[in-house]
């Protein structure tokens, strides 16, 4: 089986910290996904990465970076917390396929930031 | 403006009712569809795909879904629910027209009463 692994079930970070958000996969899939899940707007895409230091910016990058230093992991970075980035974060990874191959999912990291 | 919509955020059922979950998408061209499911605290499962060949494709767990491309409409159905069904639905497309990035709608939250 595919598996999908985020570092945290549940964040609480303070307004301004950096926090580092990591995702691991075990399949040797090329692409890897963040996204954000809020209530009503289902998933929204902040950023991806066809390969291992190359990434391309989402639906929502803004207040977000990501960095892809093996194909394994693939990481995202919050530079300043803030009370509006408060919400359910899903990796996902997907092999090569030109859009019609399965996407696995991570377990999701609830992060609150106060 | 959501590129992909579903038209209900929550539906409630008792058990052996029938269920349509509608899923359009406003992309042109070449498109792949997908429906994942997430029950309660559990990861983002795919329950079906249509990427060509019959437009009527058959999921897990008895549900299917039937692509209309003149209406860009992808809707879920199953003919009579479980409880096991409880769960949040979300329609997702990959198309050729958005550089390939999975879209996901809003998500719809069904409840099946026992």
């Known amino acids: 089986d595919v598996k999908v692994t985020q570092s945290s079930r549940y964040l609480v970070k303070r307004t301004g910290e950096k926090v580092f958000l990591e995702c691991v996969q075990d399949?040797?899939?090329?692409?890897m996904f963040w996204y954000r899940q809020d209530p009503g707007l289902g998933l929204r895409l902040i950023y991806f990465?066809?390969?291992?230091?190359?990434?391309e910016k989402g639906d929502i990058p803004e207040g977000y970076s990501v960095s892809r230093e093996k194909k394994e992991r693939f990481s995202l970075i919050l530079e300043s917390a803030s009370t509006n980035q408060t919400s359910m974060y899903l990796c996902?990874?997907?092999?090569?396929?030109?859009?019609?191959?399965?996407?696995?999912f991570g377990q999701g990291t609830r992060l609150t930031v106060v | 403006a959501q590129s992909v919509s579903q038209h209900n955020h929550h539906v409630i059922l008792s058990e052996a009712a029938s269920l349509e979950l509608g899923c359009n998408y406003s992309?042109?061209?070449?498109?792949?569809l997908f429906w994942y499911v997430q029950y309660p605290g559990q990861h983002l499962q795919l329950l079906l795909k249509y990427f060509s060949g019959d437009p009527l494709v058959k999921g897990i767990k008895g549900f299917e879904a039937e692509f209309i491309k003149s209406k860009f409409s992808f809707n879920l159905r199953k003919p009579s629910v479980q409880w096991s069904d409880t769960a949040e639905y979300f329609c997702?497309?990959?198309?050729?027209?958005?550089?390939?990035?999975?879209?996901f709608g809003g998500g719809t939250r069904v409840l099946v009463k026992p």
């Open positions: 997702a497309v990959n198309a050729k027209a958005a550089g390939n990035k999975l879209t």
């Open positions: 996902a990874s997907s092999p090569l396929g030109g859009g019609s191959t399965e996407a696995f």
């Open positions: 990465s066809y390969d291992v230091k190359m990434k």
């Open positions: 399949m040797d899939h090329e692409n």
């Open positions: 992309y042109g061209g070449t498109v792949n």
